[in-house]
């Protein structure tokens, strides 16, 4: 995006300065847009966040909220959403995120990362689309979501619950596998980790310790 596609009413942080930080606590509400780019880093620091608009980071930009609260204020399911790409890296640690009781999106592609550790959505659901080289984490969390899942990203999920999978099989490859059962906590499941019968896939999944799979 060119700078002289911003708007007055968009939170930038990255330019003019390249290596900008900015960081957020306290009681916070921005009505508009969060972009974040080249190397610039946005930290929420246990603020009580209210965001209305989109975020998007790319570059080598991050956004990282660390505890405290980060809202999603939404009349409609995915009204909102983010997308992260190239380097750029989206980060929720030990915090309380909600969408206001509606569905929210983000579109991770180039070698983007989501990161989620001891973190609990508290409202809403995340709707997750994976593609090129992207990364998504999730630890020790509640955050209720679905994976489309393409190229050759990769999703790795341990001690959470609440996933569903959908797999992309591209023209080329062969898929006859059994997948794990759903009514039980998962130990540990790699897909597609050389299994028989599964060939020409590129990404992958690594599950520990999870819940509610489907």
């Known amino acids: 995006m060119h700078p002289c596609a911003f708007t007055d009413s968009d939170l930038v942080v990255g330019y003019p300065d390249t290596n900008e930080t900015l960081v957020i606590s306290g009681d916070y509400s921005h ?16 603020a009580d966040f ?33 997308t992260v790409t190239d380097s750029g890296s989206l980060v929720f640690d030990s915090a309380s995120v909600s969408y206001t009781g509606q569905s929210w999106s983000a ?48 999703v790795r999920l341990a001690d959470c619950d609440t996933a569903l999978l959908w797999l992309g099989f591209p023209d080329s490859s062969v898929a006859d596998f059994t997948l794990p059962a759903t009514d039980t906590m998962i130990r540990h499941w790699e897909f597609p980790d050389s299994l028989p019968g599964v060939s020409g896939i590129s990404y992958r999944i690594v599950l520990d310790s999870m819940t509610n799979v489907m």
């Not at 975020?55 to 909102?80: C, D, S």
């Not at 550790?117 to 630890?139: C, E, R």
């Open 50 to 82: 209210n965001l209305r608009g989109d975020i998007y980071i790319w570059g080598n930009g991050a956004l990282r909220v660390q505890g405290g609260y980060f809202t999603v204020v939404q009349l409609f399911a995915y009204q909102y959403g983010a």
């Open 107 to 154: 579109d991770i592609a180039g070698k983007g990362q989501l990161q989620v550790a001891n973190t609990t959505l508290t409202s809403g659901f995340t709707t997750l689309s994976l593609g090129d080289l992207a990364q998504v984490d999730y630890t020790q969390s509640h955050f209720p979501s679905e994976y489309v899942i393409l190229d050759s990203s990769t």
């Open 31 to 46: 009505q508009g847009r969060i972009l974040v780019l080249n190397h610039g880093t946005l930290i929420l620091d246990h």
